[in-house]
Each structure stands twice: as structure tokens, then as C-alpha cells.
């Protein structure tokens, strides 16, 4: 369930993550098998008067290890579909897994 806080923003509760989810929707209608790659919580605000979007990674949790040794260097990934024009990252966390 999402939040509302008092500045009009929305903080999502934890989702569920999975493999490929910037694929485009007919790519995602493809039956595959399910990869769960954790839950992430954040946080979205709008400024209308700038027209600009926040968007607030809150947390990760469940994170699976992606290398040989089980470890990794997590960070998140943004893009704003349908162009997917411009990608965001986060910082590395490096030794957080």
C-alpha cells in the first residue's frame, strides 16, 4: 500500500523486483521463467510548478549476489518509458552484499 506524505509526494512500500523489468510490454507478455532480484522501496515527487519528477531510492532488501563469489555492488538503474532516452543510476554501495 502506498503512502501519501504531506507535501502531495507517494513512497511506495517495498516491490517486488525481476529480471528485465525495463523490457518493453510485448517483450514482457513472452512466457519466461520468473528471476526475483529483491524488493526495492522509493519515493516519487512531482514539482508541477517545474514540471520536474524526484524520484528517492529508500531502500533495498533481498538482494541476490551476482558474481562468482556471491557478493555484490548493488545500485539502481531509472529510466522513464515509453523513449527510455535518458538513463539514471544511483551511487554504488560497494561492499553492502
Same mark, same amino acid.
Given at each position: ?33 520468473? *528471476? @526475483? &532480484?529483491?524488493?526495492?522501496?522509493? %519515493? ?31 545500485? *539502481? @538503474? &531509472?529510466?522513464?518509458?515509453?523513449? %527510455? ?13
Amino acid at each position: 500500500m502506498a503512502g501519501k506524505d504531506v507535501l502531495g509526494g507517494i513512497q511506495q512500500d517495498m516491490e517486488e523486483l525481476e529480471e528485465n523489468m525495463e523490457q518493453n510490454e510485448k517483450a514482457q507478455a513472452e512466457e519466461k521463467e520468473e *528471476v @526475483k &532480484l529483491g524488493r526495492i522501496q522509493y %519515493k516519487l515527487d512531482y514539482d508541477f510548478q517545474q514540471g520536474q519528477l524526484s524520484v528517492t531510492v529508500i531502500q533495498a532488501e533481498d538482494l541476490p549476489g551476482m558474481d562468482m563469489s556471491g557478493t555484490s555492488d548493488p545500485y *539502481v @538503474k &531509472l529510466y522513464l518509458l515509453p523513449e %527510455k532516452k535518458k538513463k539514471v543510476e544511483t551511487k554504488v554501495h560497494r561492499k553492502t552484499l
